[in-house]
């Protein structure tokens, strides 16, 4: 497996996530630049996150670049000022939704996006080989710090919707943002919007004292039960840096992230035509909603890097993942929580409830499961010739992971690029067959493990 996964580098924080290491990629990003130019350098709340992002401004300062400190921020809002402020790269410490002891270091290319994975390979080479070249004495980098850079982002989502449509509707918000660094910019967000906001999880802890980064609906049960108390029309939980978030509509219940995709799909294509783009691990109902609109669907590889940069190529409206990351061009070419809760305020400004809107999309159920895998690559080319073999006369697609569809629903069996596991994801229109074709998945996977 090589160093860069799906999103970043991510491990054990001081284990395989050392300071050692995050010098080195630094170092490794100085040379792929030239060893000039200027670095935004910032992490989520993770507490060992103050020690790899100076590691960090070590390995880039001793390259010759200059750095700019933003400190604490979510992913999307350094996206936004790396972009804004014309740097040429940007370093970010964070391990998004992974559990309290990982932590990881992304890269992210100087129009906002995350490194490309030309980019992230040619890196990946020098680190290791250990070809770092390094800045004499008299030209090591200046580091400055800026610490209004959620400010900046804040006002650029709202900017990018009709806040005064949201405001006039006054609503009343739940948001949880579990610890992470979201709680520095969404409550604030919500309240500029004109919204009555209840919080819970906002303060900085990156110990995740309540609840790991990763908002499932299991453990958002306290986020629900508020939302009925309270009578709010939405609540809203992000993971650890602020990057997805998902939505429990004012009854309680948990709003799927396929249903939240393609609701968002649904209404932006009802506003403007244009391509839509999402990863081959998303539900079937982007397909009928982009048919039913007229409009192209673009599959990709899963990993947002891969949506937004095909996004960009496309010239495409909308795009996103089934897992609450959604990317809106007309605010970045990025995932971005904020501003997916930001769009959806405006779409049910117009007098339609979250529960509606869940409605109106097509009806399919979703099967998932991991299983523990230490040879990913051996594991998945067996996998791929069982099912050529199996499977004739079916559509397989292999942009990433095996993809086998059938004329009542699909199974996709991929490797984690974050984890040793390996994903098995199936949908179809009754969740007895959902579940049938994952245990097909796994039992693939069993027999070439």
Not at 173 to 200: N, Q
Request: glycine share 10%; net charge negative; proline share 4%.
């Amino acid at each position: 497996m090589g160093l860069f996964g799906t999103n970043g580098v991510r491990g054990i924080a001081n284990d395989y996530i050392t300071p050692e290491l995050a010098v080195d990629i630094a170092k490794s990003l100085g040379t792929y630049l030239n060893n000039s130019g200027k670095v935004i350098i910032g992490r989520d709340t993770r507490i060992s996150g103050n020690m790899l992002k100076h590691a960090a401004i070590s390995g880039a300062l001793s390259s010759g670049l200059s750095v700019i400190d933003v400190d604490m921020v979510p992913t999307p809002s350094i996206q936004y000022y790396i972009r804004n402020y014309k740097a040429d790269a940007g370093i970010i410490i964070t391990a998004s939704h992974n559990p309290r002891e990982y932590n990881g270091i992304k890269l992210i290319d100087g129009d906002g996006t995350e490194f490309s994975r030309e980019g992230e390979q040619k890196v990946e080479n020098t680190y290791y080989t250990k070809q770092y070249v390094s800045a004499g004495w008299e030209n090591t980098g200046n580091l400055q710090s800026d610490y209004n850079v959620n400010d900046h982002y804040v006002h650029g989502i709202i900017e990018s919707i009709d806040a005064e449509k949201i405001r006039n509707q006054n609503f009343k918000v739940v948001v949880d943002t579990g610890c992470g660094a979201g709680s520095l910019t969404l409550p604030f967000l919500l309240r500029k919007l004109g919204c009555e906001v209840i919080t819970i999880n906002a303060q900085i802890d990156g110990t995740f004292p309540w609840r790991n980064p990763e908002p499932t609906p299991g453990v958002l049960k306290e986020l629900s039960e508020i939302i009925r108390l309270s009578r709010a029309d939405i609540g809203v939980a992000q993971d650890g840096d602020a990057d997805r978030a998902v939505f429990i509509d004012e009854n309680g219940n948990f709003v799927d992230e396929e249903v939240l995709l393609s609701l968002m799909a649904k209404n932006i294509l009802s506003q403007r035509k244009g391509p839509v783009v999402t990863p081959v691990s998303s539900s079937q109902r982007m397909a009928d909603i982009a048919k039913e609109a007229g409009v192209e669907l673009i599959w990709t590889a899963v990993g947002s890097i891969n949506v937004a940069r095909k996004m960009m190529e496309t010239n495409a409206v909308f795009g996103g993942e089934g897992n609450g990351g959604l990317i809106f061009p007309e605010h970045q070419y990025c995932r971005d929580g904020a501003m997916s809760c930001a769009k959806l305020l405006e779409i049910m400004a117009s007098g339609a409830s979250l529960s509606w809107l869940a409605e109106g999309v097509p009806v399919y159920y979703n099967s998932k499961t991991k299983v523990p895998c230490k040879n990913l690559e051996h594991t998945m080319e067996c996998i791929k010739n069982k099912v050529h073999e199996d499977y004739t006369g079916v559509q397989i697609d292999t942009i990433d992971g095996v993809k086998v569809w059938f004329d009542d629903g699909w199974v996709l069996v991929r490797p984690s690029g974050t984890e040793p596991i390996i994903r098995i994801f199936a949908e179809s229109k009754t969740m007895s067959r959902a579940e049938s074709l994952m245990k097909d998945g796994v039992g693939w996977v069993k027999d070439c493990k």
